[in-house]
T-cell receptor, first 112, second 111 residues
């Protein structure tokens, strides 16, 4: 069965801290790995990764994929209260599928 | 910036009634998806749609569910006879270049 596991499930930090969120996966037909930020409603797209070892960066957020060890990390540096959200990791399946398999998410709370 | 839109934002219906959830995907995207998220649980895939037909569906997507692209812009999810357990947030997503973008969701409450 295809699965995506995120850790930790929740995390409380103070503004200015750096956090690392983890995502491991086991799927039969990997195409891509995506990170989303979910605040109140819809998941907002952050990154898509398809190749190992290539870091994607957007401001204080960065992510990297390891296709050999089947995991990805999402780093957030100098956290702000506005980073408080649930961060979702999803694996996109290949072939005729294309749908995403989601993890349970990591709930990040950033305290002032 | 193009975005996926969904209507209504909240729908309350009685058990056994039919509901239609509407989505307008990003205009140049070709792949469309419906997902649902029951409160407190993870996002789950329902169905994918390409070239005017279903390309994949999950076990959740039983005979009570159907999808349609009636006019080349809207993408709809119909639930024929709603059950209490259909209460969830329903997200539409459209895909360009393997990146899936989600709409704001429709909260369906079945009473």
């Amino acid at each position: 069965e295809d699965k995506v596991v995120q850790s930790p499930l929740s995390l409380v930090v103070h503004e200015g801290d750096t956090v690392t969120l983890n995502c491991s996966y086991e799927v039969t037909n990997f195409r891509s790995l995506l990170w989303y930020k979910q605040e109140k409603k819809a998941p907002t797209f952050l990154f898509m990764l398809t190749s190992s070892g290539i870091e994607k960066k957007s401001g204080r957020l960065s992510s990297i994929l390891d296709k050999k060890e089947l995991f990805s990390i999402l780093n957030i540096t100098a956290t702000q209260t506005g980073d408080s959200a649930v961060y979702l990791c999803a694996v996109g399946l290949g072939g005729s599928q294309g749908n995403l398999i989601f993890g349970k998410g990591t709930k990040l709370s950033v305290k002032p | 910036e193009p975005e996926v839109t969904q209507t209504p934002s909240h729908q309350v219906t009685q058990m056994g009634q039919e509901v239609i959830l509407r989505c307008v995907p990003i205009s140049n995207h070709l792949y469309f998806y419906w997902y649902r998220q029951i409160l407190g649980q993870k996002v789950e895939f329902l169905v994918s749609f390409y070239n005017n037909e279903i390309s994949e569906k999950s076990e959740i997507f039983d005979d009570q569910f159907s999808v349609e692209r009636p006019d080349g812009s809207n993408f709809t999810l119909k639930i024929r006879s709603t059950k209490l357990e259909d209460s969830a947030m329903y997200f539409c997503a459209s895909e360009g270049g393997f990146e899936q973008y989600f709409g704001p969701g429709t909260r369906l409450t079945v009473t």
